[in-house]
């Protein structure tokens, strides 16, 4: 292997015995076993466990807001915004289970722009200035889009953890529900919602 090739072969270990087992209880040893190495090669690569950590959660927070930002990207009804944003989480815990299960544990290593609430803040910022535009064109104060860019990106990111182990309903079924209360409220949700745009 080359140098780079046996760089993503132990981030690519490291990350699913983080996702399995968690920070703590992931040795070294156990890395450079997984991907039959000595533990001196991991040392050489990323300095000890916490710099293999650090380039695991960096990758995974990358992907998760690159596909967030992607899907808030186009310019389009607030609704089908809300969907995208919606979705774009789903389609990660879905396609990414291992990273996701990294990103909402809590790591001692962790730093402030590390860990997955200031992901979800950066989240937040961007469906602010989303929400900030909607309500300028609406005649609402623009400063609220703040509590209302919160409380979505919020619900959708606990909704995505308890989905993550329920699965069920499918995912489409899960936006379309998280989609109705945050678009109808509790006092107009409609009885059997469905996505205006169809995944």
């Known amino acids: 292997m080359t140098g780079k090739e046996r760089r993503q072969q132990l981030v690519d270990v490291a990350a699913a015995l ?64 809300l ?21 909402v544990r ?24 989303i929400l900030g535009v909607q309500f300028a064109r609406r005649g609402y104060e623009p400063k609220l889009a703040a509590v209302y860019s919160q409380a979505l990106v919020g619900m959708v990111a606990f909704t995505g953890q308890w989905w993550l182990e329920a699965r069920k309903p499918r995912k489409s079924e899960v936006a379309s529900h998280l989609v109705n209360l945050a678009w109808n409220g509790l006092s107009n949700l409609e009885e059997k919602p469905v996505l205006m745009e169809r995944p």
């Not at 969907?83 to 990103?103: K, N, W």
């Not at 809590?106 to 200035?129: K, Y």
């Open 83 to 103: 969907e995208r944003a919606a979705l774009s989480l789903l389609d990660y815990v879905e396609q990414s289970t291992d990273g996701f299960r990294i990103l």
């Open 106 to 129: 809590d790591s001692p290593v962790a730093t402030a722009r590390g860990t997955f609430s200031s992901l979800l803040n950066d989240i937040a910022s961007q469906v602010e200035h």
């Open 18 to 81: 983080f996702a399995e087992k968690g920070f703590d209880a992931t040795s070294v040893e156990e890395i450079a076993n997984r991907a039959g190495v000595s533990k001196p090669v991991v040392y050489e690569h990323f300095g000890g466990k916490e710099g293999i950590y650090a380039v695991v959660v960096d990758r995974e927070m990358r992907s998760l807001l690159e596909g967030m930002t992607a899907a808030l990207s186009e310019d389009a009804h607030p609704r089908v915004l």
